[in-house]
């Protein structure tokens, strides 16, 4: 089973912008926590952006602060990653997770659920 598949990466110019999705294939109220984490290459994962069960908290890391915005719709069961000023270093292999109870939610040791990734590739 892939409970969670994301999709929209691809290749952007700095300063563009993306918007990433995050399709569950059951309803996104059974997670505590959804999230979005990132792995650039050569690098460990790391993590992005989290949105609370009550869509009312989220949590940025501090290099994606002002430029990322996370958030979801729970009549698609979907959440999303609206990326903007895009920069070189963003490029990674973007991941959504999904945890059923409240936890860290900057680790990814944590999550329950993964997506398959999708590639985001900023060029300069």
């Known amino acids: 089973q892939v409970p969670l598949v994301e999709s929209g990466g691809g290749l952007v110019q700095a300063g563009g912008s993306l918007r990433l999705s995050c399709a569950a294939s059951?309803?996104?109220?059974?997670?505590?926590?959804m999230a979005w984490f990132r792995q650039p290459p050569g690098k460990e994962r790391e993590f992005v952006a989290v949105?609370?069960?009550?869509?009312?908290?989220?949590y940025y890391a501090d290099s994606v602060k002002g430029r990322f915005t996370i958030s979801r719709d729970n009549a698609e069961n979907t959440v999303y990653l609206q990326m903007n000023s895009l920069k070189p270093e963003d490029t990674a292999v973007y991941y959504c997770?999904?945890?059923?109870?409240?936890?860290?939610?900057?680790?990814?040791?944590?999550?329950?659920?993964w997506g398959q990734g999708t590639q985001v590739t900023v060029s300069s």
């Open positions: 949105i609370m069960r009550s869509g009312d908290n989220t």
């Open positions: 059951g309803r996104i109220s059974s997670y505590a926590l």
């Open positions: 997770a999904a945890r059923y109870y409240s936890g860290s939610y900057w680790n990814g040791r944590e999550y329950h659920y």
